[in-house]
């Protein structure tokens, strides 16, 4: 690459090493520092020839990053975000922007404050599979859509990040700020946006509390309308066992419909079909089976970066209203193990 992006990582676990780390490598960027408190995640990014600092300060410092990954437990994205801002570094900040409301709400106000560029990181919208179901759905192929269906799920039991020695903060409510519903939906909610380019308005949920031994909800069901009126439905579940078939989405309109099997998630792949409301004719729809998520977010974001006129496809606003929604499904059920984002 020409010109390479110089990134920093803060937070150097499960998601920054086996998929943005790759992704900034493939997409021919560099990796040039990371911050993180644990010195087993500092000496794996040493390994990957990155400088690693135990604190932001330490990243902050340095000239050569110009945008940010921000990948801690989900009450930390606030105090990074805020500070890199203010340093006036790119940030892209993972999914959900925050554990509680507020906090998003204030990472929202410091982005505004500083004019820094800005992006959650919702890797999904950068699947090809679900770039072409967008393409698909502007051009008409299914007439007046009229329902989003999604199936999100995984096995997440208290003991699930041991393997890498982390703490398993996502069944913690103070860190993660919820369960299932909070980690899982998000991606569901902002790729309803991104293909049929409109969001959702009015939410209702309901949690559960089913299968897993710990504080916050293992599952959850989402209801929700566009205001033209789509109906989207979303279930996102920690309580169903890896090898059943658990990413599904359906886009269903008056002239077809088009289902994504094992496309969300972080890896490439997957399988998009189109199927013709008149005939009943089920076609594949062609997309680049190779390329990751992660790897076209990194290429994405830094093509914003150099080209700033790329920067309405992302919007702190937008991904606030994302928040909103979750702390109002959350605010609605009435499962004991919900925790609500604070207010
Ligand atoms: N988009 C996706 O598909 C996706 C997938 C997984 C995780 N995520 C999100 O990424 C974030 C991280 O998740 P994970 O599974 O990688 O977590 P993890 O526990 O594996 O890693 C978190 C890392 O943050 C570090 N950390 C803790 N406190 C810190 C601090 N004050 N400063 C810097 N680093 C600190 C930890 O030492 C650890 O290395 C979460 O917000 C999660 O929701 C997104």
Redesign the pocket.
Same mark, same amino acid.
């Given at each position: 690459m020409a010109d390479p992006v110089g990134w920093g990582i +803060?937070?150097?676990?499960? +998601?920054?090493r086996d998929?943005m780390a790759p992704g900034i490598r493939d997409a021919g960027h560099r990796l040039v520092a990371v911050?993180?408190?644990?010195a087993e995640?500092r000496a794996a990014a040493e390994a990957q020839g990155a400088r690693a600092h135990a604190t /932001?300060e330490g990243l902050l410092a340095e000239p050569e990053v110009e945008a940010v990954y921000v990948? @801690? #437990?989900?009450h /930390?994205?606030r105090g990074?975000v805020e500070a890199l801002a203010y340093a006036g570094k790119a940030v892209l900040c993972?999914? #959900?922007m925050a554990a509680a409301l507020a906090d998003a709400e204030a990472m929202a106000a410091a982005v505004g404050r500083s004019g820094i560029f800005y992006g959650t990181?919702f890797?999904q919208r950068h699947h090809p599979g679900h770039r072409a179901m967008r393409a698909a759905i502007r051009e008409g192929r299914l007439g007046t859509v009229t329902a989003i269906r999604i199936v999100y799920a995984c096995w997440l039991d208290r003991g699930w @990040?041991s393997f890498?020695g *982390?703490?398993n903060?996502r069944i913690d409510p103070a860190q993660a700020g919820g369960g299932a519903l909070i980690?899982l939906a998000p991606?569901g909610l902002d790729l309803t946006d991104f293909l049929i380019d409109e969001p959702i308005i009015d939410i209702a949920a309901m949690t559960q509390a089913r299968a897993q031994d710990y504080a916050v909800d293992d599952g959850a069901l989402l209801i929700g309308r566009t205001a033209s009126g789509v109906l989207a439905q979303l279930n996102v579940a920690y309580n169903c066992p890896d090898t059943l078939p658990r990413r599904r989405l359906e886009v269903v309109g008056t002239k077809g419909m088009l289902t994504a099997i094992d496309t969300m998630? *972080?890896t490439a792949g997957g399988r998009v079909t189109f199927i013709d409301g008149s005939t009943g004719a089920s076609d594949d729809v062609a997309f680049d089976g190779q390329a990751s998520p992660f790897l076209e977010q990194v290429r994405a974001f830094g093509s914003a970066l150099r080209r700033p006129e790329e920067r309405v496809a992302y919007s702190a606003e937008r991904d606030l209203h994302t928040m909103r929604l979750l702390a109002r499904a959350y605010a609605q059920t009435t499962e004991a193990a919900a925790v609500a984002p604070a207010a």
């Open positions: +803060v937070g150097y676990g499960w +998601v920054a998929f911050a993180d408190p644990g995640s /932001l990948a @801690t #437990p989900n /930390l994205h990074a993972e999914k #959900p990181a890797d @990040t890498r *982390q703490d903060w980690d991606h998630g *972080q």
